[in-house]
């Protein structure tokens, strides 16, 4: 099993990249929520991987982050979410938003990922309703009001411009680093910032 690879980004593809891991070059297929956090070519790059392989496909899927892949590998476990649509609530929900999605049983965020429907929201709740419960992501899920100063920076981020997944992204990694108290404008301004990186 690939758990990571880290390497120089040689090469950026819109659904992939090749990570150059001492000579040899790794095709790793990635979410949009990795893809707006990726390096200039040549820089070094470290993704967290799946090793996915059937009887006449192989391939390795690659995340900035832990939380990502756990969410990736999570949606697995439920018949009829395969690796594609896997991929897709990755780039569509942060990991706090798929956890408190689950966890109340709100069928309106999982259906804003393209593919899900109303019965396969169904059906990843109660597949997964007693397993988010255990998992512990790097950004937490917010029991307080703060999620409002979340939601209200997407908007703001969407409104000039980023894409719905990259805001919220950026917003959730700005959380991180201002911590639970944050204001809304400071988010924004942070969050703005590594989105223009």
């Known amino acids: 099993m690939i758990a990571f690879v880290k390497g120089i980004l040689a090469a950026n593809g819109s659904k992939q990249v090749i990570v150059d891991v001492n000579g040899v070059g790794y095709s790793v297929e990635i979410p949009e929520s990795t893809k707006t956090q990726l390096p ?13 392989c059937r009887e006449n496909e192989v391939k390795l899927y690659g995340f900035s982050s832990q939380d990502d ?8 476990v439920v018949k009829g979410v395969g690796p594609s649509l896997a991929l897709n609530i990755v780039s569509k929900l942060s990991p706090p938003d798929f956890q408190r999605a689950i966890r109340d049983a709100d069928h309106a965020t999982l ?3 393209p593919r899900v429907n109303k019965e396969l929201a169904q059906l990843m709740i109660m597949k997964l309703k007693n397993t988010v419960r255990k998992i512990h992501f790097d950004a937490k899920v917010d029991e307080t009001g703060s999620q409002e100063h979340t939601e209200a920076g997407v908007q703001v981020l969407v ?7 990259a805001a919220e992204r950026a917003i959730v990694d700005a959380q991180k680093i201002l911590g639970p108290t944050a204001k809304r404008e400071e988010l924004v301004r942070l969050a703005l910032a590594r989105i223009n990186q």
């Open 69 to 76: 892949l756990t969410i990736f590998e999570t949606s697995l």
């Open 159 to 165: 409104g000039l411009g980023a894409s719905e997944s």
């Open 111 to 113: 259906m804003r990922v």
């Open 40 to 52: 200039d070519i040549g820089s070094d790059i470290t993704l967290y991987t799946h090793y996915h």
